[in-house]
């Protein structure tokens, strides 16, 4: 069944969607659950990282981000914080602008639920360390 000739199905197992790897993550593998098109305020990815995988320094635009560590473990680092140990069931929110690391570490893959308000555009929104960014020690 689906919501208009048109539409995903509503009903779908993740490991039946299109998956893909984000610019500047090695390892890493996603598949876009919920997308704009179901509802236009957020959107929801399964990403999977192999252990020594990470999403490199970057920081999102408008972009609120969340994810929640489903299994495995991460080395988190938020802007000029020292990293952090993350383990299932953390919680981390990265407001717009607040460049980030995660790293996958230990023996066996990071699973992780991400959500994105607004979503990220088709080709994402990826902006390099490099580039200016907002920390948690700016005011």
């Given at each position: ?137 700016a005011p």
């Open positions: 069944m689906t919501g208009s000739p048109s539409a995903k199905p509503l009903i779908e197992h993740a490991d039946e969607m299109e998956a893909y790897s984000p610019p500047n993550h090695q390892g890493t593998r996603n598949v876009r659950l919920v997308d704009h098109e179901f509802c236009g305020g957020f959107e929801m990815i399964r990403g999977i990282v192999q252990p020594g995988g990470e999403a490199e320094p970057h920081y999102h635009e408008a972009e609120h981000q969340v994810i929640y560590i489903v299994r495995g473990m991460a080395e988190v680092t938020l802007g000029d914080d020292a990293p952090r140990q993350c383990a299932p069931g953390t919680v981390i929110r990265i407001p717009p602008r607040m460049l980030h690391r995660v790293v996958c570490h230990g023996p066996e893959p990071l699973e992780a639920l991400i959500v994105y308000s607004p979503p990220l555009p088709k080709h994402g929104a990826f902006h390099p360390a490099g580039e200016a960014h907002r920390s948690l020690a």
